[in-house]
């Protein structure tokens, strides 16, 4: 769960987003003692981000990734929907799509 490329990814994300928030708090922090009024809504703002940026990295690296069965391998249960008899108007419409990628033209509205 914790080394999976995907988490790796948001570890690194958030590696990355860490400090920039912090560094942009700070530099709001400044702007705001230094007079200007408007920078005191963005001192709330950052850390607000960041603890935000924590729990959406917590809820992600937590959060149980869907596999689908390889349908090719024996024993594996057959995916929804592959024993159902397909709809005729839907088999006449992707006959009518795999002509038209077969000719190249596009399709008419």
Do not use: C
């Not at 928030?21 to 950052?46: C, D, H, K, M, P």
């Not at 149980?64 to 839907?90: N, Q, S």
């Amino acid at each position: 769960m914790w080394f999976s490329p995907r988490s790796v990814g948001l570890h690194l994300l958030l590696l990355a987003l860490t400090p920039t928030f912090i560094l942009l708090f700070l530099w709001q922090v400044r702007r705001a003692t230094s007079g200007n009024t408007l920078s005191w809504a963005y001192v709330f703002e950052w850390p607000f981000f960041l603890a935000y940026a924590l729990y959406m990295w917590w809820r992600l690296v937590h959060e149980p990734t869907a596999e689908r069965p390889d349908p090719g391998v024996p024993g594996a249960p057959p995916l929804p929907g592959g024993d159902e008899v397909e709809d005729e108007e839907l088999a006449a419409y992707n006959r009518y799509l795999a002509e038209l990628d077969a000719s190249g033209h596009r399709k008419r509205w």
